[in-house]
């Protein structure tokens, strides 16, 4: 299972619906990873394989978005995005937290476990 690619439409459905609600409301089922990149960022080209391992990894635990900063302006302006990558890490009760720069894999399944709660598969 490959990292979602979410549009402004995408993520107002499945993420958070910021044009209607001031204070944050996570309308995801489960925690999700958002990789905001752009195409001609090196160390956005290193984290996109890490997101797609995680996808397959975590499918069905931890949904893995990737926001294409030069497609989707308005959403990295939402997210005051002023550097490449920011990950943004969503659990389901609580606030996002927001990353910056190219992190190791270990540091995503850190997060994934601490701050999810989603033990590390086993597979």
């Given at each position: 299972?490959?990292a979602?690619?979410?549009?402004k439409?995408?993520?107002l459905d499945?993420?958070?619906?910021?044009?209607n609600?001031?204070?944050?409301?996570?309308?995801?089922?489960?925690?999700?990873?958002?990789?905001?990149?752009?195409?001609?960022?090196?160390?956005?080209?290193?984290?996109?394989?890490i997101m797609?391992?995680l996808?397959n990894?975590?499918?069905?635990?931890v949904?893995i978005?990737?926001i294409?900063?030069?497609?989707?302006?308005?959403?990295?302006?939402?997210?005051?995005?002023?550097?490449?990558p920011s990950i943004l890490?969503?659990?389901t009760?609580?606030?996002?937290q927001?990353a910056?720069g190219?992190?190791?894999?270990?540091?995503?399944?850190?997060v994934?476990?601490d701050?999810?709660g989603?033990?590390e598969?086993?597979?």
């Amino acid at each position: 299972m490959a990292a979602t690619q979410l549009t402004k439409q995408s993520f107002l459905d499945k993420v958070f619906d910021y044009e209607n609600n001031s204070e944050w409301t996570f309308k995801g089922d489960r925690p999700c990873i958002i990789d905001f990149y752009a195409d001609w960022c090196g160390p956005c080209k290193m984290v996109a394989p890490i997101m797609e391992e995680l996808s397959n990894e975590y499918a069905g635990e931890v949904d893995i978005y990737k926001i294409d900063t030069e497609a989707e302006q308005e959403l990295a302006a939402v997210f005051g995005i002023r550097s490449i990558p920011s990950i943004l890490f969503v659990p389901t009760d609580d606030q996002p937290q927001m990353a910056m720069g190219a992190l190791p894999k270990h540091t995503f399944k850190e997060v994934i476990r601490d701050k999810f709660g989603v033990a590390e598969p086993t597979n």
